[in-house]
């Protein structure tokens, strides 16, 4: 149960590999409202490949060939959400304030990376392939083994965001305002191209 412990831990780890718009997201507010705001954004993508690996435990063949019927409104959704955050993100840093309030940070910062990585069927792939490459057999874990993966996969890829957001916080500590900004500023407007090639994307599957 410790090699399957470690060997989870290792995947949550690996599954950060891969710098998505919802890690560029956590990024943004490391440096726009502390190492705590992005900790709380982080959480949401941490959680989720959680839950994508408990839910790809026996049968994770199946569960892709389910999720691909839907691939057009999944697609579609978070091209709009993408958007709205990339746009958002821009705003926020041209303003030159934090994105959110102390009080909401938390949860503002949380929800929108939950939502851009629990919803997205790409996330199975990337953690099947973080599972493949420290030699995880999902169709061969039992219903509390894959709990147990599901809770490494948490505790690896937690750990693996708190050293990178402490890294991001003292590198915009260190770093100007002017530099922070145009940071901030890049990473909002990756995110919304990120929203519109997926708004092209879906427009010529349905042409």
Do not use: E
Not at 35 to 41: L, M, V
Not at 98 to 106: D, E, K, V, W
């Amino acid at each position: 149960m410790l090699i399957i412990a470690l060997k989870g831990m290792a995947a949550g780890a690996l599954c950060r590999l891969p710098l998505g718009p919802a890690g560029m997201l956590c990024v943004h507010r490391t440096l726009s409202a502390g190492q705590r705001a992005g900790i709380a954004s982080a959480m949401g993508i941490v959680i989720a490949h959680a839950l994508w690996s408990f839910a790809a435990i026996g049968q994770p063949d199946m569960l892709g060939a389910g999720l691909s019927a839907w691939k057009n409104p999944i697609q579609l959704g978070l091209s709009v959400l993408l958007l709205a955050l990339g746009a958002r993100a821009c705003w926020f840093a041209r303003r030159g304030v934090p994105t959110a309030s102390a009080a909401g940070s938390a949860a503002r910062g949380f929800a929108p990376t939950f939502a851009l990585v629990g919803i997205n069927p790409a996330t199975l792939m990337t953690v099947l392939a973080a599972v493949w490459m420290v030699g995880l057999n999902l169709h061969g874990v039992g219903w509390w083994a894959g709990l147990g993966v599901a809770l490494s996969v948490f505790a690896g890829g937690a750990l693996t965001w708190i050293l990178l957001t402490t890294i991001c916080a003292r590198l915009g500590d260190r770093a100007g305002k002017v530099v922070v900004v145009r940071v901030q500023m890049g990473l909002g407007t990756i995110v919304t191209g990120l929203g519109v090639a997926n708004l092209v994307a879906v427009a010529k599957r349905r042409c």
